[in-house]
């Protein structure tokens, strides 16, 4: 081996892909620390507002016949409790999102969804009052592709903390539940530790590829150059 070779290519090659190393060990640490400084996610459990069961008048099939659709093929029904109240959430092929129909008096509502998702964000932030601020269809920088449900509303608090929760009327939960500390935290280490700020998912992950195989190809010549340079029995 050319260990003249090897150590000048371990050099040159460990000092422009050492920027990585104190990146990944810099992400380690944050996680570290936000796994003491951040509350677990929330659980994914319906938090409604409860409803009186013997108000029910309706049964599945007369709500689904209250539907605006001729013949809807349903695929899905759930019992919601909305404002005290029980609603039939309905889901139908052909619709985009879930249908509401009283189970009191067959009354469907479309805006009850959102006034669903009002409910559920309020009651996870003990009675606070909320605003809706989006309805996302697709990840964003902040709620990126690890909390996997979609579509869901954001509810900003408006308080000191910048506090906002992002609801899921399909599972009936938050989602996510963040705020400015939160989310300063959340966004340095998708930067540094997933190279977040590069918005093209192709080059960030070809980038990634590059780096870790720069690292690898690093810490082989160091091995290469331990056994070329070891010393020499007489």
């Avoid at 050099?11 to 060990?25: D, E, P, Q, T, Y």
Wanted: hydrophobic share 40%.
């Amino acid at each position: 081996m050319n260990s003249r070779l090897i150590r000048k290519l371990h050099r040159w090659l460990g000092l422009a892909f050492s920027i990585s190393v104190f990146m990944a060990a810099g992400s380690g640490i944050l996680h570290n620390v936000m796994t003491r400084t951040q509350a677990p996610p929330p659980q994914a459990k319906p938090s409604g507002g409860g409803m009186d069961v013997n108000a029910i008048k309706l049964t599945v099939a007369e709500a689904v016949a209250k539907l605006p659709e001729e013949k809807p093929e349903v695929q899905a029904v759930n019992l919601r409790g909305i404002g005290g109240q029980p609603w039939y959430q309905i889901y139908t092929k052909t619709s985009r999102a879930p249908q509401y129909v009283s189970a009191v008096d067959g009354r469907a509502d479309p805006a009850m969804d959102q006034a669903y998702a009002a409910e559920i964000a309020t009651n996870f932030l003990g009675g606070a009052a909320v605003k809706k601020t989006d309805f996302l269809t697709a990840f964003n920088s902040e709620y990126i592709n690890i909390f996997r449900i979609l579509p869901v509303y954001r509810f900003d608090a408006g308080d000191a903390l910048d506090t906002r929760v992002y609801v899921s009327t399909t599972t009936g939960s938050v989602t996510r539940h963040t705020d400015r500390q939160r989310q300063f935290e959340a966004t340095i280490f998708t930067n540094v530790h997933k190279l977040g700020f590069i918005p093209n998912k192709d080059t960030r992950d070809l980038v990634l590829t590059v780096v870790n195989i720069g690292v690898f190809l690093v810490a082989c010549l160091g091995i290469a150059l331990f056994v070329a340079t070891r010393p020499r029995k007489k």
